[in-house]
Each structure stands twice: as structure tokens, then as C-alpha cells.
């Protein structure tokens, strides 16, 4: 019998087996993928005839209490493989699991009647876990080992805890997340929207959408520039050899849209071209340009670069995560006696950027060497040592994520906290000694000598699209008056005061406030009520007593108090919340 402690991981993946258990009782000619723990819960993948909606996960869950109450223990047995596909004779997920298991021995777990090809490890009974701290929440559909061109197959996801009151309190978390959907409120908001006519993950900002992410650009943009970085602008596309020299296209190509055969349609061509993923090539074409000095060094180059990439359809979601996207990118050269200063200050001006808009917890990472990688073990352990000493000579507390960094370096990754406790990627710092050698780069060194650069990845918002989603459930749609696409708008009481509201709206816009006025033919409760479903900050009401006083009537966003003032009051009040970042 297996020993193993009860944690969360185990109980997790205990009531994976159990779920698959229910299922089987129900369904018996059902084929069985796979059914790992996962953060916050676990699944199992069903290949059934029968189609699974949530109208199924009552009686499947209640199953599976009833199993939990009858105190089955978890055993584990090795067994030869060829014994292990007799088993499995009738399961042809598990006969294609174990064909790819190295060796002649294979693990299996066995719970009740119910044995699964499994490594473990599982908790030593059933009713170690309490029935109530589980609960099946969703179907989903999931292709079989992630592959489109592979069957697809049902999956019923769960949710599991330590405890009931762990599991209350993560449901109210995630019914809080869904009020604060960015999705809804890119609807309601009128910010953007996704049209199948376009195609999947590849966003129409409108008018107030295209504002909020020019607000955030140009914010980032100008910090950039006033920090010793350098404007650099590249194309969409490139022939294919660059990639080729960079490797993505052996070590990134699953992530690639394909290439364009432009000889196809011009006898002129003779190269492919592709839609850049990354910017890292332009930018060190534009470094090897001209030949540098070590006076040059360092030498920093930012670039709100577009890039495209090939997410499989099922993984896209809203803004977080998109085929096409903006990147607040730069890249940084330097010697090597210049690198930890320079990680040091980019860690530094990252949690500056990011407190600005709001988030003042986060977690730090060091992800380190891939499976998949190119350069030397040597360049990747110097690489990595420099983000360690970055980070500790810093004094910031970080978790490794192994095997977790890109094809061509190690980085530093830091994982934002929302105001729902919530963690996202955003910033990533990468250290790179490849490309600079797959390229050939080098400077003149003060011994008039050719030196080979450092080379730092960084991108402190990561994905413009991603991080603007990640602000709007942030703040639930109440961005901060300076972020905010419309920080006023002027509400005539009837069509007899449109002039004077229009030439209000003028002052304000030339003062460099947002400003609109609702002029359509409504009452003033209900261009109230549409002021606030758009969350605009300041609403203005004017008419016969307010162009008599010289005043507004102003209600701000969240409060029910009406206040007189005059314009240039106001005017104030907003631009001091803005030069303070509120």
C-alpha cells in the first residue's frame, strides 16, 4: 500500500482516480485518457458516446462521495509492460501512453476495482478526504495530449482543498473574477471585441479601447525614454533565414504562423517570408548596423513591436491571450562588468512601472534552462548566475520554476498579484548569451579588441493587450481617473444647453482632458445611468442655474453627493489626480 502523505497534490490527484471511478459506473465502454492534479483542483479526459453537460456533475459528484465514504485505499504494483497492454487491451489512450514509457516495467495504481496507468503518488485512503472540500465545477472540450489534429476528447474539471472553508472562500474568488470578466466588461465598456470575421485571437480596438491602450503606451514609452532607452521601430515580417539564424525556426516553430511562399505569386521572389514572433532579430540587425564601441555599452533599444503567434484556438482568451499582439520590448547590450548593475536597475524600474498602475504584490521567479535550448550548458549557467546575483544582491525573496525559461536563456519572471489575490505574468527579464554569438555580435573593447556583448531581454508590461486585461479586473472596469479613456463627461439637461456643453467639453480637451458630451435625446437620469454603467470617473450635469453661476454640477464615480464648482475647479482636481497617477 502506497504510504505517501496526504497533501493537497495527493488529494488532488486521488480524486482524479475517483472521478474516472464515477464515470466508469455510469459509462462503462468509456475510454480513459489522463487525469492529473492541477493548480486549485484536478481532471480527467473521457472519450464517451454519451455527450457530458453540466447537468451530469451532480450525479457524478454525488458518486464520487459516496466511493469516498467507503474507505478504499490506494495501492501501487509494478508490473511488465506486456502485462500492463493486456490490462489496458480495451483502452487505447493507455496503450498509447505506455508505447512512449521508456523501459520494460510500468506503474499502476489500483483503487477498488478501478486500476490506472499512474506514476503517483496518491493518498493512502478514500476517506482521508472530506466530501465536502471537492466539487466538479465544469466540461470542457480537450484535444488528447493537446494535439488539434488529435481526437477530442470531454474533460471534467474539478475543484479540491485542505478544507470546506478553503473551498467556500476560492468560489467566492471565482464568482467575484467572474463580475470582473474583462470580456463583459470590454462589452460594456465599449472597448474592443473579437469577430469572427477577422479571426480568433486578434483584437478590433474601438474608439475608448484604442485610447486606454494608447494611454499605457505612451506612459511606458516616455518612462522608457527618460531611463536611457532608445526608440527603435521594425517590420511585421522577415525572411525566413533570419529566423532561421535566431532559432525559432527549429527550437519556436510550433508557436509560428507558416510561412508566406511569395514566389508563389511573384517570379521577382525567391524567399520566404515570415510574421515575426518575437522582435529580438530586428533590434540586434539595428545594434550590428554600424560598429560599436565599449563607450556605446550599454546600449538599450525599446519598441512597442507587434508580433504574432500561433496559440491553438482552444487556449485564446480575450486579451490575456491573443494571436496577435503589442510588446513593451527592449533589449540591452553590455559587458559583463556592466550586467548586474543593469539587471539590478531593470528589476528595480520594473516594480516602479508596475506599482504606478496599481499592483503592489507580486512573486518573482528565476525559470531556468529548458529541455529544448540552444548555446552552451556553460553560457546558460553564467547567464543564470548573473539573474541569482541580480536578485539576491537586491534583497528580493524568488521561487525557482525549473525547466521554465525560453529556448535561449534563463529569465526572471514576475507574476503580478490582482486586487483579488490573483497571480499573472507580466514582466519577464532574460539574460542571453546565444543570439549574440549566433549573430557574430561584437563591440571594440578599450583595448581596441572585438568583445563579444551581453545580451538582457526585457519586457516590463510583457503583452499590451494581456496587461490591459489584467487592469481592467483589476480595478473591476474603475480604472484610476488617469487611466480612464473618458475622465469627464458633460451632460446637458436639455437640448437648449448643447452649445455651452460643447463649449465646455472644447476647454477641457485643449487643457488635454477627456472629454465627451452626451447630446442625445434623453432624460438626464438616463445619461446618468449610462455615465456610470461606462464607469466614467466625473459626470457633469449643466443647465439654467449652472451657466447662470458660472458652475458645474459634478458627481463623481462611486458617490451619490452632488458638488457645485466652478470649471476651473475641476480642471485642477484632475490634474492633480493625474500628475499623481490616480
Not at 248 to 267: A, K, V
Not at 493 to 513: D, M, N, P, W
Amino acid at each position: 500500500m502506497s504510504k505517501q502523505p496526504n497533501n493537497i497534490e495527493n488529494i488532488r490527484h486521488s480524486l482524479a482516480h475517483v472521478l474516472a471511478m464515477a464515470v466508469l459506473e455510469f459509462y462503462p465502454k468509456v475510454k480513459l485518457g489522463m487525469g492529473p492534479a492541477i493548480e486549485n483542483g484536478f481532471y480527467y479526459d473521457f472519450d464517451l458516446a454519451h455527450s457530458l453537460n453540466p447537468d451530469d456533475l451532480p450525479k457524478i459528484e454525488k458518486r464520487m462521495k459516496e466511493i469516498l465514504k467507503k474507505d478504499i485505499s490506494f495501492t501501487q504494483k509494478t508490473v511488465s509492460k506486456k502485462e500492463a497492454k493486456s490490462f489496458f487491451q480495451h483502452q487505447p489512450y493507455k496503450l498509447e501512453i505506455l508505447k512512449d514509457l521508456p523501459g520494460d516495467e510500468v506503474v499502476l495504481y489500483q483503487s477498488g476495482n478501478f486500476i490506472d496507468l499512474c506514476r503517483g503518488p496518491h493518498i493512502s485512503s478514500t476517506k482521508t478526504i472530506d466530501p465536502h472540500s471537492f466539487q466538479l465545477n465544469r466540461v470542457a472540450g480537450a484535444y488528447w495530449k493537446g494535439d488539434e489534429k488529435n481526437p477530442m476528447l470531454q474533460r471534467i474539471y474539478g475543484l479540491a482543498f485542505s478544507t470546506v472553508g478553503e473551498l467556500k472562500s476560492y468560489l467566492r474568488q471565482l464568482q467575484e473574477a467572474q463580475r470582473r470578466d474583462h470580456r463583459k466588461l470590454g462589452r460594456s465598456l465599449n472597448l474592443f471585441h473579437v469577430d469572427p470575421k477577422v479571426g480568433p485571437g486578434l483584437i478590433l480596438w474601438h474608439p475608448r479601447g484604442a485610447i486606454l491602450k494608447r494611454i499605457v503606451e505612451n506612459y511606458v514609452l516616455d518612462e522608457y525614454l527618460k531611463n536611457g532607452y532608445q526608440l527603435v521601430n521594425t517590420p511585421h515580417i522577415a525572411k525566413i533565414d533570419l529566423w532561421k539564424t535566431s532559432g525559432h525556426t527549429g527550437f519556436y516553430r510550433e508557436n509560428m504562423f507558416p510561412p508566406m511562399h511569395l514566389s508563389e505569386i511573384s517570379q521577382e521572389e525567391k524567399d520566404d517570408y515570415q510574421l515575426k514572433p518575437m522582435n529580438c532579430p530586428f533590434h540586434i540587425l539595428t545594434y550590428q548596423s554600424q560598429t560599436r564601441s565599449y563607450r556605446d555599452l550599454p546600449l538599450r533599444y525599446t519598441e512597442l513591436g507587434t508580433v504574432y503567434r500561433y496559440e491553438k484556438s482552444g487556449t485564446l482568451h480575450g486579451l490575456t491571450r491573443v494571436r496577435g499582439f503589442t510588446q513593451d520590448d527592449a533589449h540591452i547590450w553590455c559587458q559583463a562588468d556592466q550586467l548586474e548593475q543593469e539587471l539590478q536597475q531593470v528589476l528595480s524600474f520594473a516594480l516602479q512601472i508596475l506599482q504606478t498602475f496599481g499592483f503592489e504584490e507580486y512573486d518573482i521567479y528565476l525559470s531556468t534552462r529548458p529541455t529544448k535550448y540552444i548555446g552552451s550548458e556553460k553560457n546558460w549557467d553564467l547567464a543564470t548566475d548573473a539573474l541569482k546575483k541580480s536578485l539576491e544582491s537586491a534583497k528580493i525573496k524568488y521561487l525557482i520554476d525549473e525547466e521554465g525559461g525560453v529556448f535561449y536563456g534563463p529569465k526572471i519572471d514576475i507574476k503580478i498579484k490582482d486586487s483579488i489575490g490573483r497571480a499573472w505574468q507580466c514582466t519577464t527579464i532574460q539574460v542571453d548569451f546565444n543570439l549574440p554569438e549566433k549573430f557574430d555580435m561584437f563591440f571594440i573593447n578599450s583595448q581596441g579588441e572585438k568583445e563579444r556583448p551581453i545580451m538582457i531581454h526585457r519586457a516590463l508590461l510583457g503583452s499590451i493587450e494581456r496587461f490591459i486585461g489584467v487592469l481592467l479586473e483589476h480595478y473591476a472596469g474603475d480604472l484610476p481617473l488617469w487611466l480612464s479613456p473618458t475622465q469627464i463627461m458633460i451632460i446637458p439637461v436639455s437640448e437648449k444647453y448643447q452649445k455651452e456643453a460643447q463649449e465646455i467639453a472644447a476647454r477641457f480637451l485643449t487643457e488635454g482632458i477627456r472629454c465627451q458630451t452626451n447630446n442625445e435625446n434623453e432624460t438626464v437620469s438616463k445619461k446618468i445611468r449610462e455615465g456610470e454603467l461606462l464607469k466614467i470617473p466625473y459626470l457633469v450635469v449643466l443647465g439654467e442655474r449652472e451657466i447662470k453661476n458660472q458652475t458645474l454640477t459634478v458627481r463623481k464615480r462611486g458617490e451619490k453627493e452632488l458638488t457645485e464648482m466652478p470649471a476651473s475647479q475641476l480642471l485642477q482636481v484632475i490634474n492633480t489626480l493625474v500628475q499623481k497617477k490616480q
